[in-house]
C-alpha cells in the first residue's frame, strides 16, 4: 500500500531533498511551503501523515497543530514535527498540541523513516 506524506517546509532546498528521499521510499508527497497552505492540501488531499516544520511563515507548525486538532476532517491525521531548535520545551509543546512525533534538525533520514514506520504502523493496527 503507498502511502501519502504531506511535506510542509519552507527551507526549499529541504524539502526538495526530504521530497526526493520519501519518493525513493516509495511514498506520493505532496508538498506546501507555509502551514497555511499545508492546512488547506491536508483538507482537501487528505494524506495518511503530514511531517511539518515549526518555524515557517503565514503559519507556524504550532498553529497547524491547533488547526488539525480544531477540524473534525483533520484531526485524525498525525503530524511528525521537525525544527532547527533542540529545546525541550519545544518538543513537549509539539506533542501536547497534538503531534505524533518531533524531530531536531538535522537529522539522518534513516531515523526519519522510522518514525514515519512507527506512525504509520500504530494508525493502521487493527483496534482491539
Do not use: W
Not at 520519501?22 to 506546501?32: F, K
Not at 511528525?80 to 529545546?87: Q, T, W
Amino acid at each position: 500500500m503507498t502511502h501519502t506524506i504531506l511535506l510542509i517546509e519552507d527551507n526549499l532546498g529541504i524539502s526538495a531533498n526530504m521530497k526526493s528521499l520519501l519518493e525513493l521510499h516509495e511514498y506520493d508527497v505532496l508538498t506546501a511551503h507555509n502551514g497555511a497552505d499545508g492546512a488547506s492540501i491536508a483538507k482537501a488531499q487528505r494524506p495518511d501523515l503530514v511531517i511539518s516544520d515549526i518555524y515557517m511563515p503565514s503559519c507556524d507548525g504550532y498553529e497547524l497543530l491547533d488547526m488539525f486538532l480544531e477540524d473534525e476532517e483533520m484531526r485524525d491525521i498525525p503530524v511528525i514535527m521537525v525544527s532547527g531548535r533542540a529545546e525541550m520545551s519545544d518538543a513537549d509543546l509539539a506533542i501536547s498540541k497534538g503531534a505524533a512525533g518531533y524531530m531536531t534538525k538535522p537529522f539522518m533520514f534513516k531515523s526519519l523513516h522510522a518514525t514515519i514506520r512507527k506512525v504509520l504502523d500504530a494508525r493502521h493496527e487493527p483496534v482491539a
